[in-house]
């Protein structure tokens, strides 16, 4: 169990998702926490404290001064406590208050008063949301490190349709399950440089379309959060994808294959590992039109010169002084044999593929599964979710350079 004697402190403001909340406290106390929960006033119309006290086992707190606690001074005692400060439903209000400091009450007097890392996970109306200045609260928000749990998209109570929903208990259960399993380790990678490339990449035709691939960047961006839990000092050079930079590391936004290559070889020689992650376009134009491309009548048949892009995994491997260089390999057939091939061609140490065939995996998927090959080693990564899965391929990747680079205990 995840969670296993953690004290999580639970936040519940005044949104209809409030009754969400005995069936989270169920979910997380069966991950092995010991949950104790706060209302706020409002909250308390949506949801009763008995129900919550009796599937948490803890007294439920609302008031800020508690003549039962030690000296009166509950709020101090809740926030050493607390291991973990979730909040959830999250309400625009709450926000609010979070981003500007304000203790009114005893929920927002915990938030400034706890040491605990802070998640939130947003409950309100599509347009609240969508609005600037919860926007902007939360670009706040996220700038202090506060961990942001959703919302999700869907038909709201209202009747409307978009995001704003709370996420559903065993997300947000297995969100933190997945944090205490990162924080669980040790910085394996401290003083270490590593540089992760992610996404796809966009070879322009005109200046309206371009060719690329499905890609959703969400692998190499959770390799970029793992090295970053291990100690890497990271650098993301990310493909466009609409994916949030993960706390601690350095970003570096491109578009096309040379643009990554660019980038990529501005700071490689700064760099221990490379992680090659991104589908990367094989192809580019020959002749990129600066006008919009019109049909023209009659032609039912287009033709585009291409050339080959060059590889950036290959030069990085060929450098004279290379990082240690792990490729990956997303294959539709013969996956362990092509990757193989691959390893060896480009003089890689090691190489990891995917068969993405497989539509509950890999491209535009939260699950993957990969095989790990070195020159002399085979390794089969079950499914998982990417996050776990780019933690366990990282603690392998360790393994391997070590070996070849010596131990650096």
Known sequence: ??????????????????????????????????????????????????????????????????????????????????????????????????????????????????????????????????AAPTAENMQKL?????????????????????????????????????????????????????????????EAIDPVRY???????????????????????????AGPVSLESPAGVMRNNVVSAQDMFDAVHNSIAKQDIFIACAAVADYKLEQVSTQKMKKQHGDDKLSLCMVQNPDILKSVAALEQAPFTLGFAAETQDVETYAKSKLVKKNLDMIAANDVSNSELGFNSDQNALIVLTEEKSHNLSPKSKDLLAMELLKLLHSEYCEKHGSRD
Not at 26 to 51: D, Y
Not at 120 to 127: S, V
Not at 215 to 237: C, D, I, R
């Open 1 to 130: 169990m995840q969670l296993e004697q953690k004290n999580v402190l639970l936040g519940v403001s005044g949104g209809i998702a409030a009754y969400k909340t005995p069936d989270l406290v169920r979910k997380l106390t069966a991950q092995g926490a010991n949950v104790r929960v706060i209302l706020t006033a409002s909250a308390e119309h949506f949801v009763s404290p008995l129900s919550l006290q009796a599937v948490s086992g803890n007294k439920v707190s609302s008031q800020l001064l508690d003549e039962e606690a030690e000296a009166g001074m509950g709020h101090i005692e809740l926030a050493r406590w607390a291991d973990i400060f979730i909040i959830a439903p999250a309400t625009a209000n709450i926000i609010a208050k979070l981003t500007y400091g304000l203790a009114d009450d005893l929920l927002t007097t915990l938030a400034l008063a706890t040491s605990a890392p802070i998640f939130i996970a947003p409950a309100m109306n599509q347009q609240m949301w969508a």
């Open 142 to 202: 996220r700038e202090r490190n506060t961990h942001i749990l959703g919302p999700a998209s869907g038909e709201q109570a209202c009747g409307d349709v978009g995001y704003g929903r709370m996420l559903e208990p065993e997300l947000i259960t297995k969100a933190l399950c997945d944090y205490c399993h990162e924080q669980s380790n040790e910085a394996i990678f401290s003083g270490v440089n590593i540089m992760i490339t992610a996404g796809p990449t966009r």
């Open 211 to 237: 060719i690329s691939n499905h890609s959703s960047g969400k692998m190499g961006f959770a390799l970029a959060k793992a090295a970053q839990a291990l100690g890497a000092n990271v650098t993301l050079v």
